[in-house]
């Protein structure tokens, strides 16, 4: 007898488990070619952190760079791998040496498998500053959510900020986004919360901020920093300067020498 269509999808959960399963077993084990191989050559990894999309060409030195290497890095998951067909969601707090010591992020990612390997990763990550790892929860849906529809949760967030810029108008709220996204309010809060760990304003001034950013590369001089803040969003200037400083580890007025430095440098022969 034919296979039924739930043996079917129990059969491809199982799959997707397994093959994102060995896929960061190699991530543990530091193991970059073993990691490498289990990505699509068509593979679609963003970064919404770095709000950047990594192509197969340019994947191993992007991976490279955020792979523990060194005895005080570290990776740690923080949940079972959940996985929904041909979709898998992991959780994990990884920890790396910056300039100026450990920096740990609490990172989770939606993973989409196609032909056997990994086509998309979705991945959402927040700095830890004095959070300690036993503070953190596991995200395990109280709401019935699949990892599936999470990570379409999170992807219809995304295009909707894209698309639709919610975020030009300083008085946004949870209730227009859930009910504009065609979610509930607590879903919203949940995958924002738990899933992409970080508060609803503070999702929706990263979007502001790279709104601005966008702004800053292509504004004339004279640059008033505080008025594209303004129609990038913010309705406060302390929310802003905060949210830039965290972001670009600068202030505006740093930031700008930075760009006017690097334009001097393209423009000479």
Known sequence: MPNSAADDDATQTQATSELVLRHHLCWRHRDLDGVMSYYHPDI?????????????????????????????????????IRADGDTAFIQYRITLRGGQGLVSFRTSEAITVRDGLIWRVNEYASLLHEQPAQAMRPTVSRLGLSPQQLGHMANDLQQYFERKQPYLDPELDLQRVSKECGYSR????????????????????????????????????????????FAAGFNSLSAFY?????HTGQSPKAYLKQISLRARAQDMP
């Open 186 to 229: 607590n879903q919203i809060s949940y995958l924002l919360n738990q899933v992409l760990g970080q508060s609803f304003y503070r999702y929706v001034n990263q979007a502001r901020l790279q709104h601005l950013l966008a702004a800053l590369e292509t504004a004339m001089p004279p640059i008033k920093v505080d008025d594209l803040a």
């Open 44 to 80: 679609q990894y963003h970064d919404f952190f770095q709000n950047r999309v990594i192509r197969y060409a340019d994947l191993r030195e992007y991976l490279q760079a955020s792979m523990p290497r060194a005895a005080d890095e570290a990776i740690e998951h923080t949940d079972r």
């Open 242 to 246: 905060s949210a830039f400083r965290q």
